[in-house]
């Protein structure tokens, strides 16, 4: 045990339900509602030193447990953060949030028999709190408490063998970045152009992509897309591009995901060569592609450089 280390102290959750202002579309499933887990932890180091931190993740069930009973699978997962909240209290020993967190890690699954991806999301709002009040303990972002002398385990503990040697903080910038992108959300249903508009919302917000784009000067969008209709994917892709063409912007950069929703590779392949093909500029603009499929590719394959 390090000085540095931890233990919990206290746990907290409590969830808030927001109401959608328009519809959201993505992963095949409409959303008008999310539900959000919101975590208080509080924490001590052997020496007495008291702190508390916060962490917040939407429930969003239609993504991490599809199901015919949207209601009950979220009543699932509200019900594993109750038990979550008990196993944090729970854990009685000092450690850092990291190793702390693969010590708990066999006991998360065993919680109850939602899908493993559903768990994981529950649990990362208090792996969020429990970070961050590791980082106020000790008066710094938790970004920088990944190194020595707070933490320098060897990855491969955490990974496979082919980290041996390799430590966390060889893969952290030692400084925040000055400035990053936002990436604007670009629903299956939004509206595109005025003529797209079939319910104005009429609260003083913009109503489709153009007036958006206009509005906040976006860049870059992240595209969502159906996985199980080709055609449809592809000119949701030139549509978008067309829209943003008429943009000033000097960078336009997209962002493909299709939440796991790609039968197979060949199914990606064919829509980046047929939008390839169609518009070699829209292509360009690509950057990444995003949770394509659960089984064929890694949940983040990057295209171009930013």
Not at 91 to 96: E, I, P
Not at 143 to 152: M, R
Not at 162 to 183: C, D, I, S
Not at 239 to 261: I, P, T
Request: charged share 25%; hydrophobic share 40%.
């Amino acid at each position: 045990m390090r000085t540095t280390d931890i233990t919990i102290r206290e746990v907290q959750h409590s969830f808030e339900h927001h109401a959608y202002r328009t519809p959201l579309k993505f992963g095949g499933q409409t959303m008008t509602a999310c539900t959000v887990l919101n975590v208080t932890m509080t924490v001590e180091t052997c020496a007495g030193v008291v702190a508390t931190g916060v962490g917040s993740m939407p429930l969003n069930n239609t993504w991490a447990w599809p199901s015919s009973a949207p209601l009950e699978t979220l009543a699932g997962m509200k019900l594993a953060a109750e038990r979550l909240c008990a196993m944090y209290r729970d854990a009685w020993y000092y450690a850092h949030p990291i190793r702390l967190a693969k010590e708990l890690e066999p006991s998360l699954y065993l919680l109850s028999a939602m899908p493993k991806l559903a768990e994981l999301v529950v649990n990362s709002a208090f792996d969020a709190a429990l970070h961050d009040a590791y980082g106020k303990i000790h008066g710094l972002n938790c970004y920088q408490t990944y190194g020595p002398p707070f933490f320098d385990d060897d990855l491969s503990e955490y990974l496979d063998e082919n980290y041996a040697g390799l430590k966390l903080h060889h893969f952290l910038r030692t400084t925040p970045v000055a400035t990053l992108p936002l990436y604007h959300l670009v629903g299956a249903l939004d509206p595109l152009t005025p003529a797209d508009v079939v319910y104005p919302v009429n609260d003083g917000h913009p109503e489709h992509l153009e007036d958006w784009i206009q509005r906040d000067g976006l860049t870059h969008l992240k595209i969502k897309l159906n996985g199980d209709d080709l055609r449809w994917d592809v000119e949701r892709i030139l549509a978008v591009d067309a829209v943003a063409e008429k943009s000033r912007a000097r960078s336009k950069r997209y962002s493909l995901d299709f939440n796991e929703r790609c039968p197979n590779v060949e199914y990606l392949l064919e829509v980046l060569h047929q939008v390839k093909d169609r518009n070699p500029r829209a292509y360009d603009r690509v950057q990444y592609v995003e949770q394509p499929t659960s089984r064929d590719l890694d949940v983040w394959c990057p295209l171009h450089e930013a």
